[in-house]
């Protein structure tokens, strides 16, 4: 099958290239880049005025599946991640059972390969059960296919069981992803600890729960030279000790949300339960320091920490209410309105962020348009605009706080593997 891409921007983060050109896609690879190409026989798509980009890669997703899934399934997962332009994704290890053998690493990849959407990559967990007492079986995982290695949801408590896992990785050449998060200083809180808290009566989670975990894992990688990837920075301290640490060659790499670069705490005001993530949403203070990680590259990668719920477990008292919203759907259209359209990052510098430096903090293949890679794509459409309507999510979670909030800049197409998977919004399958 051969696809051709008629007219659109090539955005090539490798080289930092933007140029009008057409490409071909032929037997799931890119098989040519150029002006005015031509190939007998291709679905030709019209791409003038889009921008086409390496697949979206989203290395933070929770899919629930096994264990879950009423809240989302591989499936539904799979499909609200081609829907918002992703055409790979990591999935953490936090499901029912956990995902910490290699039997359930190839269950989910072999499961998700079958549905032909979004590419799926398990994270293996770094303990058993994620329980933070002794480590999973780290190598049998790598070989089953794990992309990395995390107790994302918990924090790896135990320093001398974190410091063991670093040292199996770096062996393996793996990357560990922290939750930092001490649970002596989070437990009971709710939301950002500060005036909002305090105003609202509810219990605080103090910067410095996150931040004290985010300076004792980065201390462990430069002992360990382990590759140390932090994940869903939200603090201005915490951007503060990354930069520190690459400034010293430390191995580590880090990620925002959207949520946490668009909202603040002052969101939680009228409890709406969708509000309600860890880490929670910090101060303006703390989305202006973020931006500024995003800006200058001390902050690698935006992820969607994608935490889909039932309704019925969103719809209760803010104190009774799961932590975590939706952001698959949601993600590109919130990077372009809030990044790109407000000076904070280039077209470039988005694209980037979204699709070679997840790629490369995982080891797996994406984040480039160069001749033979794998032929996943996604076409933007810079002037496209809608409002967000929960109800047409192909996601299970409704539980979002931008509803009803206006987006530019939307995912138009993605294809994985040369097939195209959706177009305009809508999946392959209801395609006319």
């Given at each position: 099958m051969?696809?051709l891409?008629?007219?659109g921007?090539?955005?090539?983060?490798?080289?930092?290239?933007?140029?009008?050109?057409?490409?071909l896609?032929?037997?799931?690879?890119?098989a040519?880049?150029?002006r005015?190409?031509?190939?007998?026989?291709?679905?030709?798509?019209?791409?003038?005025?889009?921008?086409?980009?390496?697949g979206?890669?989203?290395?933070?997703?929770?899919?629930?599946?096994?264990?879950?899934?009423?809240?989302?399934?591989?499936?539904?997962?799979?499909?609200?991640?081609?829907r918002?332009?992703?055409?790979s994704?990591?999935c953490?290890?936090?499901?029912?059972?956990?995902?910490?053998?290699?039997?359930?690493v190839?269950y989910?990849?072999?499961?998700?390969?079958?549905?032909?959407?979004?590419?799926v990559?398990?994270?293996g967990?770094?303990?058993?059960?994620?329980?933070?007492?002794?480590?999973?079986?780290?190598?049998?995982?790598?070989?089953?296919?794990?992309?990395?290695?995390?107790?994302?949801?918990?924090?790896?408590?135990?320093?001398?069981l974190?410091r063991?896992?670093?040292?199996?990785?770096?062996?393996?050449?793996m990357?560990?992803?922290?939750?930092?998060?001490?649970?002596?200083?989070?437990l009971?809180?709710?939301?950002?600890?500060?005036?909002?808290?305090?105003?609202?009566?509810?219990?605080?989670?103090?910067?410095?729960?996150?931040?004290?975990?985010?300076?004792?894992?980065?201390?462990?990688?430069?002992?360990t030279?382990?590759?140390l990837h932090?994940?869903h920075?939200?603090?201005?301290?915490?951007?503060?000790?990354?930069?520190?640490?690459?400034?010293?060659?430390?191995?580590?790499t880090?990620e925002?949300?959207?949520?946490?670069?668009?909202?603040?705490?002052e969101?939680?005001?009228?409890?709406?339960?969708?509000?309600?993530?860890?880490?929670?949403?910090r101060?303006?203070?703390?989305?202006?320091?973020?931006?500024?990680?995003?800006?200058?590259?001390?902050?690698?990668?935006?992820?969607?920490d994608?935490?889909?719920h039932?309704i019925?477990?969103k719809?209760?008292?803010?104190?009774?209410a799961?932590?975590?919203?939706?952001?698959?759907?949601?993600a590109?259209?919130?990077?372009?309105?809030?990044?790109?359209?407000?000076?904070?990052l280039?077209?470039?510098?988005?694209?980037?962020?979204?699709?070679?430096?997840?790629?490369?903090?995982?080891?797996?293949?994406g984040?480039?348009?160069?001749?033979?890679?794998?032929?996943?794509?996604t076409?933007?459409?810079?002037?496209?605009?809608?409002t967000?309507?929960?109800?047409?999510?192909?996601?299970k979670?409704?539980n979002?706080?931008?509803?009803?909030?206006a987006?530019?800049?939307?995912p138009?197409?993605?294809?994985?593997?040369g097939?195209?998977?959706?177009?305009e919004?809508?999946?392959?399958?209801?395609?006319?």
């Amino acid at each position: 099958m051969k696809l051709l891409i008629r007219g659109g921007t090539v955005v090539e983060p490798v080289d930092g290239r933007m140029l009008e050109q057409d490409v071909l896609l032929s037997d799931g690879r890119i098989a040519g880049i150029g002006r005015n190409l031509s190939a007998a026989g291709a679905e030709v798509i019209d791409a003038s005025g889009k921008l086409v980009v390496p697949g979206l890669v989203d290395m933070h997703v929770h899919l629930r599946e096994p264990g879950y899934e009423a809240k989302e399934t591989l499936l539904t997962g799979a499909r609200a991640a081609v829907r918002g332009g992703f055409t790979s994704v990591a999935c953490m290890p936090n499901t029912n059972p956990v995902v910490d053998n290699a039997a359930l690493v190839s269950y989910i990849k072999n499961t998700a390969a079958a549905l032909g959407l979004a590419r799926v990559y398990p994270v293996g967990a770094i303990s058993r059960g994620s329980r933070g007492e002794e480590l999973a079986e780290m190598g049998d995982m790598k070989k089953a296919g794990a992309a990395a290695f995390s107790d994302d949801g918990q924090p790896v408590a135990d320093a001398g069981l974190m410091r063991r896992a670093m040292q199996y990785a770096r062996m393996l050449g793996m990357t560990v992803i922290s939750h930092c998060e001490n649970k002596e200083l989070s437990l009971g809180g709710m939301m950002h600890e500060g005036y909002v808290s305090t105003l609202l009566g509810l219990k605080g989670i103090p910067a410095s729960s996150e931040e004290v975990m985010v300076a004792r894992d980065l201390l462990l990688a430069e002992e360990t030279g382990c590759k140390l990837h932090i994940a869903h920075v939200s603090t201005a301290g915490s951007v503060r000790l990354v930069r520190e640490a690459k400034a010293r060659g430390i191995r580590v790499t880090a990620e925002v949300t959207p949520h946490h670069f668009t909202l603040t705490d002052e969101a939680v005001v009228g409890y709406d339960t969708s509000t309600k993530v860890n880490p929670p949403l910090r101060t303006a203070f703390d989305v202006a320091a973020v931006k500024e990680g995003l800006a200058d590259g001390t902050i690698d990668v935006i992820a969607t920490d994608h935490a889909p719920h039932t309704i019925e477990e969103k719809d209760v008292e803010y104190e009774r209410a799961p932590f975590g919203m939706v952001g698959l759907e949601t993600a590109m259209g919130l990077v372009w309105t809030e990044l790109v359209a407000g000076g904070v990052l280039t077209p470039l510098q988005a694209v980037t962020k979204m699709t070679l430096h997840p790629a490369r903090v995982l080891n797996i293949p994406g984040g480039t348009l160069g001749a033979g890679a794998p032929a996943d794509i996604t076409i933007i459409d810079p002037t496209a605009s809608e409002t967000v309507d929960p109800s047409l999510f192909e996601s299970k979670g409704r539980n979002t706080p931008f509803a009803g909030r206006a987006l530019k800049g939307l995912p138009w197409a993605a294809i994985v593997g040369g097939r195209l998977v959706m177009a305009e919004r809508r999946i392959a399958d209801s395609l006319e």
